[in-house]
Antibody, heavy 120, light 107 residues
Framework: QVQLEQSGGGLVKPGGSLRLSCVTSGFSFSNYFMSWVRQVPGKGLEWVAYMSGSGRSLFHADSVKGRFSISRDNAKNTLYLEMNSLRVEDTAVYYC?????????????WGQGTTVTVSS | EIQMTQSPSSLSASVGDRVTITCRASQSISDYLHWYQHKSGRAPRLLIDSASSLQSGVPSRFSGSGSGKDFSLNISSLQPEDFATYYCQQSYSTPWTFGPGTKVDIK
C-alpha cells in the first residue's frame, strides 16, 4: 500500500527554522518526482517545490526561494523540506505529494499534512 | 506564471444535482490540467489528470473536459460525500499553479 507519513511540523518564531520529513513506502521512491504543497489557513492550495527522482532537477516557488530547500534521501525513501528564515505568512498545513509517473505535476498520492505555525 | 481562475467560487446544490465547475488558464496549457477534491482536515485527492483521465477508484459520476485554456469538471449526480472544495491545477510550466477553489456545499 502506497503511504506518505509526514512529521516535523510545529510552532516556531519568525526567523526560525524547521525541517519537515515525509517517509514513503509501497512504491519505488527513487522513480518518482515528489512535491511539497501548502495551504495557508482559509486560503487555497499553493505548490511549494518539487524534486525529480534522481534529485538532479528541482524547483522552488518564488515565495520560498532562497529560504526553503527540498531534498531527498532515496536510500531512506524520504523527502525533506528544510525551512529557514520563516515568516508569519509561512504558517500553513504542509503536504508532501507524489507526482504521477506518466503525468508529472499531477499529484496522485498525498501525505496527511503537518501544521507549521510561525508566531512570536 | 500561469494564472488559474475558477467559477463559481462557491455553489450550493442538492443531492442528485448535476454540477459543473469551470477553470480557465491565463494561457494555453494543452491538457496539463488536473482536478482535486479537498475536504477540511484531510489530504487533497486527485480526481482527474490530463483534463479528462479519471483516476482509479474515483466514481464515474466525475468527468473532466477541455483543452487549451478552458476546462470543466462535471459531477453528474451529486452525492453527500461530494461536498468539498474542488481545485484545478496546471502542470504545463513551473511554477505549477492551482485555481482558487470552488466550494460545493449543501443547499
Amino acid at each position: 500500500q502506497v503511504q506518505l507519513e509526514q512529521s516535523g511540523g510545529g510552532l516556531v518564531k519568525p526567523g526560525g527554522s524547521l525541517r519537515l520529513s515525509c517517509v514513503t513506502s509501497g512504491f519505488s521512491f527513487s522513480n518518482y518526482f515528489m512535491s511539497w504543497v501548502r495551504q495557508v489557513p482559509g486560503k487555497g492550495l499553493e505548490w511549494v517545490a518539487y524534486m525529480s527522482g534522481s534529485g538532479r532537477s528541482l524547483f522552488h516557488a518564488d515565495s520560498v526561494k532562497g529560504r526553503f530547500s527540498i531534498s531527498r534521501d532515496n536510500a531512506k525513501n524520504t523527502l525533506y523540506l528544510e525551512m529557514n528564515s520563516l515568516r508569519v505568512e509561512d504558517t500553513a498545513v504542509y503536504y508532501c505529494a507524489r507526482d504521477g509517473l506518466v503525468v508529472v505535476g499531477s499529484l496522485d498520492v498525498w501525505g496527511q499534512g503537518t501544521t507549521v505555525t510561525v508566531s512570536s | 506564471e500561469i494564472q488559474m481562475t475558477q467559477s463559481p467560487s462557491s455553489l450550493s446544490a442538492s443531492v442528485g444535482d448535476r454540477v459543473t465547475i469551470t477553470c480557465r488558464a491565463s494561457q494555453s496549457i494543452s491538457d496539463y490540467l488536473h482536478w482535486y477534491q479537498h475536504k477540511s482536515g484531510r489530504a487533497p485527492r486527485l480526481l482527474i489528470d490530463s483534463a479528462s483521465s479519471l483516476q482509479s477508484g474515483v466514481p464515474s459520476r466525475f468527468s473532466g473536459s477541455g483543452s487549451g485554456k478552458d476546462f470543466s469538471l462535471n459531477i453528474s449526480s451529486l452525492q453527500p460525500e461530494d461536498f468539498a472544495t474542488y481545485y484545478c491545477q496546471q502542470s504545463y510550466s513551473t511554477p505549477w499553479t492551482f485555481g482558487p477553489g470552488t466550494k460545493v456545499d449543501i443547499k
